[in-house]
């Protein structure tokens, strides 16, 4: 099927754990995000990539590590996973060539113990 | 940078009335205003956008109004339905190709909607 998916939708790990968040969308899209969703902060963007082997930083980079090297992936990694990072991650992309609407995943739910 | 702020934070209507949500936001180069909402449980998806050149855009119980000078948005939805309870988001930012800009999304913090039967 045809859009942006994310796995795993839920995770429990604990502190000082590596984890690896996917997300692969069928579009072939250039810009992709990721965003950490919190009560009371809305959509915070970590990274963002204009295009395979771009990326930079959003708002609250601190802690996570991304990368592109495909047009379809960007996994996000939380090196060492704290319980400051427990939060619905979402992926999502824009088309870019004809609008800018943004197109999400439907989250990945992270617990750190 | 953009900065978007939304209000209210919650918004608590009888179904059939009105809900209006605003925002605002201050980079002038933004020109492309979406809004997003959320179902509980998913990723937020698009219901109506506008763009700089625009004034006010309908479509059936939603509509959006920008006003440049000010630099401020706003939602509206009229003959309010209990599936309209959500979290609704805004957004501003450049659109890119066409502008020289850059596709980075600004949202505001979120409105939770409810709706009573």
């Known amino acids: 099927d045809a859009g942006i998916t994310q796995s795993p939708r839920y995770k429990i790990t604990e502190t000082g754990r590596q984890v690896t968040l996917m997300c692969h969308q069928t579009?072939?899209?250039?810009?992709m995000f990721w965003y950490r969703q919190d009560l009371g902060h809305g959509l915070r963007l970590i990274y963002y990539?204009?295009?395979?082997?771009?990326?930079d930083k959003g708002e609250v980079p601190d802690g996570y590590v991304v990368s592109r090297s495909k047009t379809e992936n960007f996994p996000l990694t939380l090196e060492s996973a704290t319980r400051s990072q427990t939060s619905v991650y979402f992926c999502?992309?824009?088309?870019?060539?004809?609008?800018?609407?943004?197109?999400f995943g439907e989250g990945s739910r992270l617990t750190v113990l | 940078g953009e900065n978007v702020e939304q209000h209210p934070s919650t918004l608590s209507v009888q179904e059939g009335d009105s809900a209006v949500i605003k925002c605002t936001y201050s980079?002038?180069?933004?020109?492309?205003f979406p809004w997003y909402k959320q179902e509980l449980g998913k990723g937020p998806q698009l219901i109506i956008d506008?763009?700089?050149?625009?004034g006010e855009k309908k479509d059936q119980r939603i509509a959006v109004t920008l006003n440049k000078t000010a630099k401020h948005f706003s939602l509206h939805i009229t003959e309010t339905q209990p599936e309209d309870s959500a979290v609704y988001f805004c957004?501003?930012?450049?659109?890119?190709?066409?502008?020289?800009?850059?596709?980075?999304?600004?949202f505001g913090r979120g409105t939770s909607l409810i709706v009573h039967p």
């Open positions: 990539s204009a295009a395979a082997d771009i990326t």
């Open positions: 980079d002038s180069a933004s020109n492309y």
């Open positions: 999502a992309s824009i088309d870019g060539a004809n609008t800018g609407e943004l197109f």
């Open positions: 579009w072939s899209h250039s810009y």
């Open positions: 506008i763009r700089s050149n625009v």
């Open positions: 957004a501003a930012y450049p659109e890119g190709y066409r502008s020289g800009g850059s596709y980075i999304p600004t």
